[in-house]
C-alpha cells in the first residue's frame, strides 16, 4: 500500500471546511478532473458531517491506490473516533454515492473506516513514486484557507454548477424539439408512403378489372369467329362440292362434247374449286380444333406403322428427283399413348410443308425418345424462315413473303400446333434463312 498523501484530523465544524478545501486540493493534485474534484470535495464533505455528528469526529487520510481494474484510484478513508452505530454507515443525503465511485464502510486492520475512491483518469499525469512523494512534499506545505475562503469557493462553484445545469437543460429542450421535428417529419412521410400505396393499389386493382373485362371480350371475340368459321366453311362445302360435281359431270365422256376451249375453262372452274374445297375443310378443321369439339382418342400408337404409312402416302405424292424423303424407322419398342389418326395428321401436314419448299435435298423425320416423351422431328434443307417469323408462321393465314411462296392457305400450321396442343404437347420451330428448317413435336410418352 502507498504511503498517505495526507492525513488530517476531523472534530470540530470547521474542520469540515478544511477537509473539503484539502479534498479538491488532493484530487486536483492527483489529475481530477475539476467536475470530479467538486464532486469528491463535496462527498468528503457530507460524508464528514456525517461523521461529526453521529459519532464526534473521524481521522481522514488520502492515498493513492491500485484496483482491480488495473486503474489508479484516489481513496479516502475516514476513521471515525468512536464506533459507528452496528458498525454501519448510511450517509444523510443518499445522492452522495452517487458523487463517488465507491462509499461504505471497510475493515482496515481491525479499525472500521468509512472509505470512499474515485477513479483517476488515464490521461492524467503518471503517478509515479516520485510524482507522490513530490504531491506529498507540497500537499504537506499548503496551509488550507478560511472558512470564508472555502465559502467564497463553494458559492463560485455553485453558480458554476448552475450554469451547466441551466446549459443542459437548455440543450435537452432543444434535442427536444429536434426528436418532435423529426417524428412529426417520419410520421408525415409514413402518411405520404400509406396514400401513395393506396392510390397505387387502387390503380391495379382497376387495372386488374380492366384486364379482364379485355380478356372476357377476347374470348367472346375469338368464340364469335371460330363460329362464323365454322358456319362460313360448312356452308360453303355443299355448293363448292356440288361445282366440282357439276365440272366433273361437264368433261364426262358420256356429256355433250365440249369445244377444246370449253373443255379448259371447265378443268379451271374444277381445279379452282377443288383449292376452294381443300380451304374450307381447313377452316372447318381449325374451327374444329379451336371450339374444343375435336376429343383425342388415346390408344397405344406404334410409331413405327404411322411413319411406315407416312413413307407410302408422301413417296406417291411428292415428284422432284432432287429431294429425298427420308423417314427413319425408330427402333422398337416405339409406342405412345396418343391419338394416331391426329398424330399422323400433323406429321403429315409438316412433311407435306417440307417437300413443297425445299427444292433440293432432303425432307427427313425421325422419332427420339426421352425418358418419359418421345420427340418426332421433321427437318428439312429448304429455304428456313428468319428467327423474328418463327411464331407468325403459327398465326392463322400467315405465310412468309418471297419467292418461296407455293400456293397453301396459311392454315396447316396453326392447325398442327393446335392438335399437338390437344395431344398435351408441343410444336417447336428451328430454322434459319438458308439453313432449312426442323419442327419438333413433343410428346408425353404415356399420353398425360
Ligand atoms: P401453307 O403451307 O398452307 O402456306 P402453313 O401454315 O403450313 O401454310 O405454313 C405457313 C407458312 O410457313 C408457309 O406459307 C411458309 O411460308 C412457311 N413454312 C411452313 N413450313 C415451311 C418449311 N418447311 N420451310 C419453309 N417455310 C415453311
Redesign the pocket.
Known amino acids: 500500500m502507498n504511503a498517505p498523501l495526507l492525513q488530517m484530523p476531523l472534530r470540530v465544524e470547521r474542520d469540515i471546511f478544511v477537509l473539503r478545501q484539502r479534498g479538491r486540493e488532493v484530487a486536483a493534485a492527483v489529475g481530477l478532473e475539476h467536475q470530479d474534484q467538486v464532486r469528491l470535495a463535496t462527498a468528503l464533505s457530507e460524508v464528514a458531517r456525517d461523521l461529526l455528528l453521529g459519532v464526534g469526529g473521524a481521522d481522514v487520510v488520502f492515498a493513492v491506490a491500485g484496483a482491480a481494474d488495473g486503474q489508479r484510484h484516489l481513496r479516502v478513508d475516514l476513521a471515525p473516533v468512536r464506533a459507528l452505530p452496528d458498525g454501519r454507515y448510511e450517509p444523510q443525503s443518499g445522492a452522495v454515492a452517487r458523487l463517488v465511485d465507491t462509499l461504505g464502510v471497510v475493515t482496515v486492520e481491525e479499525v472500521t473506516v468509512v472509505r470512499m475512491s474515485r477513479r483517476v483518469p488515464a490521461t492524467a499525469q503518471a503517478l509515479t513514486s516520485e510524482r507522490l512523494a513530490q504531491l506529498r512534499a507540497q500537499l504537506g506545505k499548503s496551509s488550507p484557507g478560511t472558512a470564508e475562503e472555502e465559502l467564497a469557493t463553494q458559492n463560485s462553484q455553485l453558480i458554476a454548477a448552475l450554469d451547466e445545469v441551466r446549459s443542459q437543460r437548455d440543450e435537452l429542450a432543444r434535442l427536444n424539439e429536434e426528436l418532435e421535428q423529426t417524428n412529426r417529419g417520419v410520421l408525415a412521410l409514413y402518411h405520404q408512403l400509406t396514400d401513395e400505396l393506396e392510390e397505387t393499389n387502387r390503380g391495379v386493382v382497376a387495372l386488374y378489372a380492366e384486364l379482364d373485362e379485355k380478356s372476357a371480350q377476347l374470348r367472346a371475340a375469338s368464340e364469335s369467329k371460330t363460329r362464323f368459321l365454322a358456319n362460313v366453311s360448312h356452308e360453303l362445302r355443299a355448293p363448292v362440292t356440288a361445282i366440282i360435281g357439276l365440272a366433273r359431270l361437264l368433261g364426262d365422256s358420256a356429256s355433250d362434247p365440249l369445244t377444246s376451249e370449253q373443255e379448259q375453262q371447265v378443268g379451271l372452274i374444277r381445279s379452282s374449286a377443288s383449292d376452294l374445297l381443300a380451304l374450307v375443310n381447313e377452316l372447318l378443321d381449325l374451327a374444329k380444333a379451336e371450339s374444343g369439339r375435336i376429343e383425342p382418342e388415346l390408344t397405344e400408337v406404334d410409331l413405327r406403322a404411322v411413319f411406315g404409312q407416312l413413307r407410302g402416302t408422301l413417296r406417291a405424292l411428292h415428284t422432284g428427283p432432287e429431294v429425298e424423303l427420308v423417314v427413319e424407322d425408330p427402333a422398337p419398342p416405339a409406342t405412345v399413348r396418343s391419338d394416331e389418326v391426329l398424330l399422323a395428321q400433323v406429321l403429315r ?1 409438316l412433311l407435306h ?2 417437300l ?2 425445299t427444292t433440293r435435298g432432303e425432307v427427313r423425320l425421325r422419332a427420339e425418345r426421352g425418358t418419359d416423351y418421345w420427340r418426332l422431328v421433321v427437318s ?1 434443307t ?4 428468319p428467327a423474328e417469323l418463327h411464331e407468325r ?1 403459327f398465326e392463322e393465314f ?3 413473303p418471297g419467292p ?2 407455293v400456293g ?7 392447325y398442327a400446333r393446335r392438335l399437338v396442343t390437344l395431344l398435351g404437347g408441343d410444336l417447336e420451330l428451328a430454322s434459319a434463312p438458308g439453313q432449312g ?1 426442323t419442327f419438333t413435336v413433343s410428346l408425353p410418352a404415356d399420353g398425360t
Open positions: 401436314n410443308n417440307g413443297k419448299f428439312d429448304g429455304p428456313g424462315i408462321v400467315y405465310q412468309v418461296t411462296r397453301g392457305t396459311g392454315l396447316g400450321l396453326p428448317s
